[in-house]
């Protein structure tokens, strides 16, 4: 039985093929989108990836690659579920029905692993004085894509975002925020890497959209911008319902076009939030930290293969 990889490039006969599902191509960077805050003599850091997914383990491992001669307390990290990068859980492994080996390269789990360590350290080693603006953005789900393909329909509209700016002259630091939808807008036919509408929603978060139509152009905020995945539960998704760009246009069909729309949107939401003071000052006091370890169980539901191409 023969399989053509998404690649494109590669062509294999079962069982022989080692190589499988992981493009060549990429449209824009994957990313480990790193922030530390530290209160009083409590030091938190935050790490976002671009991947389907990321186990307790692999956290466990980067928090034993961190420094002991670094300060940091609590560390927590979360995979944006984009379906459009390697895969880091390992069920997607060469195989059809079933896979004959794991997904997980090693080298690129070992790439994650550095990368984040670097990121966090050289973060806690540059921290200073900030004032923090937190706020949650609820202006409902019209030009989001949110969609719920099971009865009853329930999305989570609201997007947190929490602003970290210098407190000696105002420049910014970071953003954080989470939004509730799975990162599949370019779909399944693409053969790009990428971080899909998450990649759009960082760039213009940080840089801003310019003037279109009736829309003023609104500033960035600057920074990093840390996006995590929200509640996306099973299935909060893009697909059917429309993303609206900053100009206006909808985009209904899957594909880039429609990550780019996404990603403008969800920046409307949070540049107009912060310009219109829905984001907050919140004092130094007022920042709690409290993390809880529990046990759930894992089970895997359908099918795990390369995507058969004719």
Not at 197 to 225: C, I
Not at 226 to 249: E, I, N
Request: proline residues 4%.
């Amino acid at each position: 039985y023969e399989i053509q990889c998404v690649t494109g490039v590669q062509t294999c006969a079962l069982p022989i093929c080692v190589e499988c599902c992981v493009s060549r191509l990429a449209h824009d960077d994957l990313k480990v989108q790193v922030s530390v805050i530290r209160v009083g003599d409590v030091t938190v850091g935050f790490a976002a990836l671009d991947s389907v997914g990321w186990f307790h383990t692999d956290i466990e491992r980067i928090r034993r690659r961190i420094s002991k001669d670094v300060d940091l307390d609590l560390f927590i990290m979360g995979a944006s579920h984009s379906h459009e990068g390697p895969d880091t859980v390992g069920q997607w492994g060469p195989g059809s029905g079933l896979p004959l080996a794991t997904g997980r390269d090693p080298k690129f789990i070992q790439k994650i692993y550095d990368q984040t360590v670097a990121g966090v350290e050289e973060a806690i080693a540059n921290l200073e004085p900030a004032v923090a603006y937190a706020g949650v953005i609820d202006d409902g789900v019209e030009g989001m894509a949110f969609n719920d393909s099971r009865t009853p329909f329930i999305v989570d509209d609201n997007i947190p975002v929490v602003r970290l700016m210098r407190k000696s002259d105002g420049t910014p630091i970071a953003t954080m925020l989470s939004v509730a939808n799975h990162a599949e807008a370019v779909w399944s036919e693409n053969s790009y890497l990428t971080a899909d509408y998450f990649h759009f929603a960082r760039k213009y978060v940080r840089d801003g959209l310019e003037a279109a139509g009736d829309a003023p152009a609104l500033d960035g905020l600057g920074g990093v911008t840390v996006m995590f995945a929200g509640a996306v539960g099973g299935l909060v998704y893009p697909r059917s319902f429309p993303a609206r760009a900053y100009d206006g246009t909808e985009v209904t069909e899957m594909g880039f076009p429609k990550a780019d729309a996404m990603g403008q949107r969800i920046a409307q939401a949070v540049l107009e939030g912060a310009k219109t003071g829905k984001l907050v000052e919140v004092a130094g006091d007022d920042l709690e930290f409290a993390t809880k370890r529990y046990l759930t169980s894992i089970q895997k539901i359908g099918r795990a293969s390369c995507r058969e191409r004719v």
